[in-house]
């Protein structure tokens, strides 16, 4: 088996660049509003320079770097990229699977008869790209007979490269490989291996299966094959619908609202969005889980379960708000929340409103629907919520690959 | 920045997407030097062509709206800065 890790360079700053040519060669930040307090969805090659990664606040990539230029993030163009580079892929095989917005494995068994060698097809791959996106727009292919040695090529290629490891360099890759390099193991795990003395790949190969399964669990037999150089999760093809298991909205609160009653306003607002999403897929769903971060970056969340399942923004933000009067309620400084439906049924499955009172409220919530259909996401918004058309135009795409999936199956 | 426009565009096979060749603007028509990006964008529930593109040192984003077949400017930004 031969898999292909396709991952995008600097995937969301490229497209700006691309986009906007007088941008190339500065360092750029996408991030949503500067002034909400959000964080770096993504930064280009120049501010990598300068120490700034993705994940990090906006605040933080100011300090280092304080000429750095943010560019408010373009969803609908990054899905739109996305698609177009998906098509390419899929023109040679169907076995592509969309691991994230800017990432693909590619199952290329099939098709390298055709190809002296993998990297041949690498570079036709690459050469594609950039007559159909753009000369700015790059990517880095790592080759391997599974994921997780792809996804560990293209690390050390980056940016801009082909890596290949072929099946006899595997023991070697192995011996090289510290844990934490594996996308899975984080810093507490390899702290823990670490006190085994375990720090390469090859060093948890050599620990037996059923003492890693005694300290880590269940977790333990992955554990154990990543040490043998074996991923034991398969390609999911792009075709194969995933059932959505919840649906939910979390946002960081801008500064105007880190009070009790903004953060009251935004939880209306992303159960609204929250209620609208699970409407258009269809579902309802009965578990409510609500959460918040307090101004010291501590978590609070917890779960509600609904006598029946609801897809009605009323009856969401209730529960969730239930919640957080039992967590203590809102405090001030409240820095984030966010509002989570789970155990999620077909709305088909579900009977018609009895009383007229469910009825009127199902009728006036479709009647908003095709409003929003039609004139776009916030044609309609509820007077509460008014301010939080602050949080619109935050930087979007990350966890959009169902999405993207999705629309990738229609066309 | 919602300026109409009249564009010129070429249908060429195996293209994904119509290519603006010259854009009428500020009394003439301007010939398209290259178009940087080409990408969609859907408002309300309808599919737009959004095109980044320079003519004459400018560089310009173009929209297409299919449902009135028309063009609209909706950027402009010098090439390079200084």
Redesign the interface.
């Known amino acids: 088996m031969t898999i292909f890790h396709i991952d995008m360079d600097s995937y969301f700053a490229s497209v700006e660049q691309q986009a906007r040519p007088w941008l190339r060669g500065k360092p750029i930040v996408v991030s949503g509003r500067p002034d909400i307090h959000s964080v770096v969805a993504a930064a280009s090659k120049e501010a990598k320079r300068y120490g700034i990664k993705a994940g990090m606040s906006t605040w933080e990539a100011k300090k280092l770097c304080p000429e750095v230029i943010f560019v408010p993030g373009d969803p609908d163009k990054y899905e739109s990229v996305t698609r177009r580079f998906l098509g390419i892929l899929i023109s040679y095989t169907p076995m592509v699977e969309v691991y994230s917005i800017d990432e693909v494995f590619l199952d290329a068994t099939d098709i390298l008869p055709r190809y002296p060698d993998p990297i041949a097809l690498a570079l036709e791959i690459k050469r594609k790209f950039r007559e159909e996106l753009g000369e700015w727009i790059t990517c880095t292919i790592g080759i391997a007979p599974n994921k997780l040695l792809a996804k560990l090529a293209t690390e050390e290629a980056k940016p801009n490269g082909i890596k290949w490891i072929r099946p006899e360099d595997v023991p070697e890759v192995l011996r090289n490989t510290p844990v934490e390099a594996v996308c899975g193991i984080g810093p507490r795990i390899a702290k823990r291996l670490s006190y085994m003395g375990v720090w390469t790949l090859a060093d948890l190969g050599k620990i037996p299966e059923a003492y890693l399964k005694r300290v880590f669990g269940v977790y333990g037999t992955v554990l154990h094959l990543w040490g043998m150089g074996v991923d034991p999760t398969p390609l999911k093809p792009y075709w194969q619908e995933e059932e959505e298991k919840s649906i939910g909205h979390s946002h960081a609160l801008p500064k105007s609202l880190r009070h009790p009653e903004g953060a009251r306003r935004v939880l209306y607002y992303l159960s609204v969005k929250t209620a609208r999403r699970l409407r258009k897929k269809g579902f309802v769903g009965r578990v409510i889980h609500a959460m918040y971060r307090d101004e010291e970056m501590k978590y609070f969340g917890a779960q509600k379960a609904l006598s029946t399942p609801t897809c009605d923004e009323r009856r969401i933000f209730d529960a969730a708000m239930e919640i957080v009067e039992r967590l203590g309620g809102f405090p001030y400084g409240v820095s984030l929340v966010g509002v989570r439906v789970a155990g999620l049924e077909r709305i088909s499955a579900h009977p018609y409103p009895l009383f007229p009172e469910e009825a009127r409220r199902e009728k006036l919530l479709s009647a908003l629907d095709r409003i929003r259909d039609r004139f776009g996401e916030e044609a309609v918004i509820p007077a509460s919520a008014l301010d939080c058309q602050l949080l619109v135009g935050a930087t979007g795409g990350l966890g959009r690959e169902r999405e993207i999936a999705r629309a990738v199956r229609a066309s | 920045m919602e300026e109409p426009l009249e564009v010129e565009v070429l249908f060429s096979p195996g293209k994904?997407y119509p290519e603006p060749i010259q854009v009428f603007w500020r009394g003439a028509w301007e010939k398209v030097e290259k178009i940087?990006?080409v990408?969609?964008?859907?408002?309300?529930?309808i599919r737009h062509l959004?095109y980044?593109l320079?003519l004459g040192g400018t560089?310009l984003?173009v929209r297409f709206d299919p449902q009135r077949a028309r063009w609209v400017l909706e950027e402009i930004?010098?090439?390079?800065?200084p």
Not at chain 2, 39 to 45: D, I, L, Y
Not at chain 2, 77 to 81: A, G, V
């Open positions: 994904r940087h990006l990408h969609e964008r859907w408002q309300a529930g959004v980044s320079s560089w984003s930004h010098p090439l390079s800065e």
